[in-house]
C-alpha cells in the first residue's frame, strides 16, 4: 500500500466552545476514532492511517491542550477528554465507533468505555496500563511543573526522543513530532499529565473494569519504558474480553516504529467485530 503523504487539517467547534483540529482519511464507511497520546496530536497517527485498509472511515483529532486545538486553562482529566470526544463524535455524525487510543488515548478510551458502552464497538489500546499512576510519570511530571512559555523544542524532542526504542517509520518524522508537541503551553504539559496521573477506572480495585465487556486488543512493545510489560499484561488480564499482543523489540511508541504492522494488527482484529 502506497502511504498518503498529506492530510488535510480540519476544524469543529463543539457545544461547549472548543475548537478540535482533526484529519480524516479519505474514503471509508466502517468509523475509527484514533486518540492520540499526551503531548501528541492527530500526527502521531500519520503513519497507521497511511496504512490502513480503504474500508475505514478513519478520524484523528488533536484533544484540547494539543496541536492546532483549543488550549484552555483547564479541562484536562481523562473523563473531560472522553466527554470531548463523544462529542467530536457526534458532530462528526459517528453514533457508534472502534476506537484506538495509544498511551494516555487509551485512559480515554476507557473512560468512554465506560461511560457510553454503546458508543463503542471495539478497542484497541496501544501502550497502556492499569494507571499511569507510576514513578516514571510522577518524575517527568515535576520537570513540566517548572515550566514557563514559551516551551522550548529541546524539551519537547527530551521528552519524545525518550519513547522510542527504534527509529522511526519513514512515513513519519521525528523533528514533525517534536514541532507538534512544541504547541502545548506550559500549563498544559503540567494539566493534562496531571489529569492523567489522577485518572483511576471507576471504583478499579473493586472490579470496575471487569465488567467492561467492550472487545478490546491490548497492542505494545516489550520495551516499553512508560508501561512496562507487566502493567500491559495485568490490564489485559482485568478486562473480561481483551487479548493481548507484545512485540518483543517495540517501545512505548509502536505506533511510530512500525505503523504499517500497528494497522495490520488494527485491522484485523477489527475485522473480526465487522464480520469482514
Same mark, same amino acid.
Given at each position: ?29 466502517? $468509523?475509527?476514532?484514533?486518540?492520540? *497520546? ?5 500526527? #502521531? ?14 478520524? &484523528? ?8 486545538? /483549543? ?5 484536562? /482529566? ?8 463523544? &462529542? ?16 494516555? *488515548? ?23 496500563? $492499569?494507571? &499511569? ?6 518524575? %517527568? ?13 529541546? %524539551? ?28 502545548? $503551553? &506550559?500549563?498544559?504539559? #503540567?494539566? +493534562?499529565?496531571? *489529569?492523567?496521573?489522577?485518572?483511576? $477506572?471507576?471504583?478499579?480495585?473493586? #472490579? +470496575? ?11 505494545? *512493545? ?40 500497528? +494497522? ?9 467485530? /465487522?464480520?469482514?
Amino acid at each position: 500500500m502506497s502511504p498518503i503523504t498529506s492530510y488535510k487539517r480540519r476544524y469543529i467547534s463543539l457545544p461547549d466552545g472548543k475548537t478540535l483540529e482533526y484529519v480524516r482519511r479519505p474514503g471509508g464507511t466502517e $468509523p475509527l476514532i484514533l486518540i492520540h *497520546g499526551y503531548a501528541d496530536s492527530w500526527y #502521531s497517527f500519520k503513519g497507521v492511517l497511511d496504512y490502513l485498509p480503504s474500508r475505514f472511515a478513519a478520524f &484523528a483529532p488533536s484533544l484540547p491542550g494539543h496541536g492546532g486545538s /483549543s488550549k484552555p486553562e483547564g479541562g484536562y /482529566s481523562i473523563d473531560g477528554y472522553a466527554s470531548d470526544i463523544l &462529542a467530536f463524535m457526534t458532530a462528526m455524525g459517528v453514533p457508534k465507533a472502534a476506537i484506538v487510543g495509544h498511551s494516555m *488515548g487509551t485512559f480515554i478510551a476507557q473512560s468512554i468505555a465506560l461511560t457510553a458502552p454503546d458508543r463503542v464497538s471495539r478497542m484497541v489500546l496501544i501502550a497502556t496500563a $492499569p494507571t &499511569a499512576d507510576n514513578a516514571v510519570l510522577r518524575s %517527568f511530571h515535576r520537570e513540566t511543573q517548572g515550566l514557563s512559555d514559551p516551551v522550548g523544542q529541546d %524539551f519537547a524532542r527530551s521528552f519524545q526522543s525518550g519513547t522510542c526504542v527504534n527509529p522511526i517509520d519513514s512515513t513519519m518524522s521525528m523533528e514533525d513530532i517534536v514541532r507538534e508537541s512544541s504547541l502545548l $503551553p &506550559a500549563h498544559v504539559w #503540567s494539566a +493534562a499529565l496531571q *489529569g492523567l496521573i489522577d485518572y483511576r $477506572p471507576a471504583d478499579f480495585d473493586s #472490579s +470496575a473494569l471487569y465488567t467492561l465487556r467492550t472487545p478490546t486488543l491490548v497492542l505494545g *512493545g516489550c520495551l516499553d519504558e512508560i508501561f512496562d510489560e507487566s502493567a500491559q499484561r495485568k490490564l489485559a488480564s482485568a478486562l473480561p474480553n481483551a487479548e493481548i499482543w507484545l512485540d518483543l523489540n517495540s517501545g512505548h511508541s509502536i505506533n511510530w516504529e512500525s505503523p504499517e504492522r500497528t +494497522a495490520s494488527q488494527v485491522a484485523q482484529f477489527l475485522a473480526v467485530g /465487522s464480520g469482514t
